[in-house]
Antibody, heavy 119, light 107 residues
Framework: EVHLLESGGGLVQPGGSLRLSCAAS????????MSWVRQAPGKGLEWVSS????????FYTDSVKGRFTISSDSSKNTLYLQMNSLRADDTALYYC????????????WGQGTLVTVSS | EIVLTQSPATLSLSPGERATLSCRAS??????LAWYQQKPGQAPRLLIY???NRATGIPARFSGSGSGTDFTLTISSLEPDDFAVYYC?????????FGQGTRLEIK
């Protein structure tokens, strides 16, 4: 059974940094694309970033380019999102998601970790 | 960037009725469109991928259609458990994008 468990969220001041982790189990980690999707309180879903675990290819939404870095450690079956220069509008629940297959739509989701950027 | 526009924003129907949700893309995404259901306090759940393929375990009352820029999610006969927010998402181009959602509420 596929299981994704996010951690690392919390309260951080504007301009600060956080690193989110997503521990994956139940599948061969490197065979799939993985993504981070966020949801601001009371708002819709927003795709943030994706990585192809075989190729290492990465993609970002424009608003986080240069500030966020997606990465993975296949030996630990863990996905990361390093978030720097955080802003108030980064406040959201951050979901880790696995593609259904290869680069397919995200078919498996964690329960999310909450990031709050506030002074 | 491909913008997905969902309509209506809110749909009020009764159990047993048919629901038709629309998603329009600002440019062609071929058939690379997915639909998700989200209930309060829960992660999104994949319903349909590549426009018309039901994900594993999704009831047959959910169906998807369309290609290019116009897509539809149909729920043939609403069950009480179907009242939720529905999102479309495209994987036809980078950056990926979601629609703003349609809230399906009980009339």
């Amino acid at each position: 059974e596929v299981h994704l468990l996010e951690s690392g969220g919390g309260l951080v001041q504007p301009g600060g940094s956080l690193r989110l982790s997503c521990a994956a189990s139940g599948f061969t980690f490197r065979d799939y694309a993985m993504s981070w999707v966020r949801q601001a309180p009371g708002k819709g879903l927003e795709w943030v970033s994706s990585i192809g675990l075989t190729s290492g290819t990465t993609f970002y939404t424009d608003s986080v380019k240069g500030r966020f870095t997606i990465s993975s450690d296949s030996s630990k079956n863990t996905l990361y999102l390093q978030m720097n220069s955080l802003r108030a509008d980064d406040t959201a629940l951050y979901y880790c998601a696995r593609a259904l297959t290869a680069w397919q739509a995200p078919g498996y989701w964690g329960q999310g970790t909450l990031v709050t950027v506030s002074s | 960037e491909i913008v997905l526009t969902q309509s209506p924003a809110t749909l009020s129907l009764s159990p047993g009725e048919r629901a038709t949700l629309s998603c329009r893309a600002s440019q062609s995404v071929s058939s690379y469109l997915a639909w998700y259901q989200q209930k309060p306090g829960q992660a999104p759940r994949l319903l349909i991928y590549d426009a018309s393929n039901r994900a594993t375990g999704i009831p047959a009352r959910f169906s998807g259609s369309g290609s290019g820029t116009d897509f539809t999610l149909t729920i043939s006969s609403l069950e009480p458990d179907d009242f939720a927010v529905y999102y479309c998402q495209q994987r036809g181009n980078w950056p990926r994008s979601f629609g703003q959602g349609t809230r399906l509420e009980i009339k």
